[in-house]
């Protein structure tokens, strides 16, 4: 048996930085939105020039007057990723671009995909997306409430913010692109993140009805480790789809997939030690869960 | 947990294979009807385009209140009521009427069966609000006033939107209201949606018009540009024709003056209107007015009674095309605004399927070999099921004619990687119960029973969060919604009926043997 309580105390304090840190991050340094959420335009090109790269195509663009553009490599050398404002959401943007590279460029390149969204659509989106993740953290706890006693919930909600929070940090310190796919992501993990706390608090439940002299401390560990190879499998399976999706599932699912892969982490590590140690800190003991059998008969 | 009878083996038997042939039909012809369905493919991996479109509404509502303010003055001057200062600030209406006649104005307008302000036995809610501000009377529009104005305009605009992009001729197109002021557009398989934006971004309101130098015209006049230039010439605002008069538009090549032209067809009424103005107005210039700009000012030669005329304004056969094809569909009640646009290139769609499938094809390998290793036999069998219920969800998937988006692909893997988690719950559950019970039978019923509630918890937690983005997400991201919950369904069936039949076949086998798992 791993002594997993020996380091609750540990792990606390370094969860309690990661948050703090990742919060910190979120208000000072904020997230790198995407067109979905900011508004804007964006291209993925792809050149069949050598003479087409980043540089000359910075170059190109900034000359066209269309604010802050951003150009960057997508993918493999031949493919680019250019965004930029469209402040005055001009109407033929797209086709005064292409006249403009046709100019440098000829035909040497492709537009393979433009996606243009207006302020009202992306402030909307963002509103939606954060409605989306207020929504299924209520969902969540209202069902964990119903299911378990009051201080499971806790420890089951401070885990999932704790995912969240997290998971939003490390894209805000690597100014990873948040966009709609990373918002379904997100509530992905909520789901799984709760789907693994639950697993492990159905033990600590069973066993608190089954010893009445072990204290929560030893038990929640014993619970972690009844339930560890399940925790370490059903992890590894699903990191192992992701690792597929994140490397060959194309450009487009990198941020979806390395957000669900952060998550899975968080969220495996935040079932152990933090949903398991707000139940040792609040005292849960056999009582907790009798009483509330009781009630349950009675009713 | 581990009985099966026979009929529900053969139930469980017939549904998998069922699904299986509706899933393969993605990749055969069936001549049936309920085997030939197949799933639809996201723009995102066919290619093409989405648009969102937004209705200006400013210029109907500007409008209809112009509208009314004529009907007013006309309405109560019957009554002998004089109407004064009328004028519209702000999409409101302000006139004044002496102190003895405001009880009447009052009345007319408050009447529930009114005839200037109707709606009130239908939605129990009058078209306009009147309010006495002291000053004056202020009339708008009522909430219900509005929406049912937004409707209409909306209904109009669906019309002409859906004539315009059929005549372009695009495979399939998707139309959809969104909104009571939005349209949606998904236009599948194009590659290139500039010209259907541009066809999209006109609102085609042409008037026939005559250029005046007379600044008292009864009508009003206005300074309008023409369409290539600086030019400006003063127009009256009396309208001869409008697009409404048109039977038909086409573009054709003048041999004569060597340029590409529009010729039109009038109707009864136009053609009448139209034959008076040009005997009435030889040597006048007519201008030719779409959507505020003047494309040209013929100077009139003769009287055109025939009913036919024609537009000629330096067109290239191109744009004389898309003017004679935004003629015959009509104008749009009110201007349209691309508010959103999302254009995928087929190859990227093409590029997109491939990575997906080859991310699906590595990701079940990984988890496969995993699933055994760790449990060998039984993971044989979860590796069966997984099988299975990949087909299954393909099968519902293609039952439904879902839309399979690249995230959705994506759901699908992920789906794969979390189906083996009630299986693990079940196998590490029966390894537990088999240290304290003898009985292969009965631990494995045990490790059955006391996993249930794990596995629902699990799953429910799932659910909810697909559903939410179900219901929140949009486009690709409703693909994912879609996959990850139905993914839940079919992985729940495959655990408890196919994965438990085979275990039970296996575990009845081998009754005696030890380390069984």
Do not use: C
């Not at chain 1, 493999?76 to 797209?94: P, Q, R, S």
């Not at chain 2, 200006?56 to 009521?81: A, G, H, M, S």
């Not at chain 2, 541009?198 to 130098?213: D, I, M, Q």
């Not at chain 2, 290539?228 to 009396?238: D, F, I, L």
């Amino acid at each position: 048996m791993i002594a997993f309580n020996k380091y609750y105390n540990h792990f606390n304090l370094l969860s309690s930085i990661l948050i703090v840190v990742s919060l910190l991050l979120l208000i000072f340094k904020g997230l790198n939105f995407g067109i979905d959420f900011k508004g804007g335009t964006l291209i993925e090109l792809r050149a069949s020039d050598s003479k087409i790269n980043v540089s000359s195509l910075r170059d190109r663009f900034n000359q066209m007057d269309l604010g802050d553009v951003s150009v960057k490599k997508f993918g493999n050398d031949t493919d680019f990723l250019v965004k930029f404002e469209n402040k005055d959401n001009k109407k033929n943007i797209i086709e005064e671009i292409k006249t403009n590279l046709d100019k440098s460029f000829g035909n040497n390149y492709d537009f393979r995909r433009v996606e243009n969204v207006g302020p009202k659509v992306s402030a909307e989106l963002l509103k939606s997306g954060v409605i989306a993740i207020s929504l299924s953290l209520t969902l969540m706890l209202i069902y964990i409430w119903i299911r378990f006693e009051w201080q499971f919930s806790l420890g089951a909600i401070l885990a999932l913010f704790h995912d969240v929070i997290v998971t939003l940090g490390v894209f805000s310190l690597f100014s990873l692109e948040i966009n709609l796919s990373i918002i379904a992501a997100v509530l992905t993990i909520v789901g799984y993140s709760m789907n693994d706390t639950v697993v492990i608090f159905d033990r600590v439940r069973e066993n608190l009805r089954k010893y009445s002299d072990i204290k929560i401390f030893e038990l929640t560990n014993i619970s972690i480790n009844e339930t560890l190879s399940r925790t370490i499998i059903t992890s590894a399976t699903t990191l192992l789809a992701l690792l597929a999706i994140y490397f060959f599932g194309g450009e487009i699912l990198k941020g979806f997939s390395l957000a669900m892969i952060l998550g899975v982490i968080f969220g495996t590590y935040s079932s152990v030690y933090i949903a398991n140690t707000v139940l040792v800190r609040l005292r849960v003991s056999q009582k907790t869960v009798l009483r509330d059998d009781d009630q349950n008969k009675l009713n | 947990m581990l009985y099966f009878s026979k009929l529900r083996i053969l139930f469980i038997s017939l549904f998998s294979v069922l699904f299986i042939l509706i899933a393969s039909s993605n990749l055969f012809k069936f001549d049936d009807d309920f085997f030939d369905k197949k799933i639809n493919l996201g723009l995102d991996l066919q290619g093409g385009s989405y648009l969102l479109l937004e209705i200006d509404n400013e210029p109907v509502i500007e409008q209809k209140l112009q509208n009314l303010t004529t009907t007013i003055r006309n309405y109560f001057k019957e009554k002998n009521i004089k109407i004064n200062n009328i004028k519209i600030e702000n999409q409101n209406i302000f006139f004044n009427v002496i102190e003895n006649d405001k009880q009447s104005v009052l009345e007319v307008f408050q009447d529930e069966n009114s005839d200037l302000n109707p709606y009130y036995p239908r939605f129990k809610s009058h078209q306009l609000e009147i309010e006495d501000t002291g000053l004056n009377f202020k009339v708008n529009f009522s909430r219900q006033g509005l929406i049912k104005l937004k409707n209409s305009s909306q209904d109009q605009a669906i019309e002409i939107v859906r004539r315009r992009v059929d005549e372009v001729g695009t495979n399939e197109p998707n139309i959809l209201k969104r909104g009571n002021n939005r349209i949606l557009v998904e236009l599948p398989g194009l590659d290139d949606p500039m010209r259907i934006k541009s066809l999209l971004g006109k609102t085609a309101n042409l008037t026939f018009r005559f250029v005046t130098n007379d600044e008292n015209d009864r009508f009003g006049v206005e300074k309008l540009k023409f369409e290539n230039g600086q030019e400006e010439a003063t127009v009256s605002k009396r309208i001869i024709i409008s697009g409404e008069n048109l039977l038909d538009a086409q573009p054709k090549m003048d041999t004569q003056a060597n340029q590409t032209i529009v010729s039109f067809t009038l109707d009864r009424v136009g053609a009448k209107r139209f034959g008076k103005a040009t005997s009435t107005g030889i040597g006048k210039q007519l201008a030719i007015v779409l959507d505020g700009k003047i494309i040209s000012a013929p100077v009139v030669r003769d009287t055109i009674a025939s009913g036919s005329g024609q537009i000629s304004g330096g067109f290239t056969f191109q744009t004389a095309t898309d003017l004679a094809l935004l003629l015959r569909s009509g104008a749009l009640p009110a201007p349209l605004e691309i508010i959103e646009e999302r254009t995928v290139g087929p190859d990227l769609g093409q590029d997109s399927i491939n990575a997906g499938m080859i991310a699906l094809a590595i990701g079940f390998m990984l988890v496969i070999i995993f699933m055994f290793v760790k449990y060998k036999i039984f993971g044989l069998i979860t590796n069966v099921t997984l099988i299975v219920n990949l087909f299954i969800l393909l099968g519902v998937l293609t039952l439904f004619e879902a839309t399979l988006t690249l995230p959705g692909i994506a759901g699908i893997i992920l789906t794969v990687g979390m189906a083996v988690d009630a299986n693990v719950l079940i196998f590490e559950r029966i390894k537990e119960e088999l240290k304290d019970e003898s009985n292969n039978i009965l631990a494995f019923d045990g490790g059955y029973t006391k996993s249930r509630t794990a596995i629902l918890d699990a799953n429910i937690t799932t659910l909810l969060a697909a559903i939410i983005l179900f219901f929140m997400g949009s486009g690709p991201v409703k693909g994912f919604a879609v996959t990850l919950g139905v993914g839940i369904f079919t992985t729940l069936f495959s655990v408890y009926f196919i994965a438990r039949l085979f275990t039970s076949i296996y575990v009845a086998r081998n009754k005696n043997k030890e380390n069984l798992i």
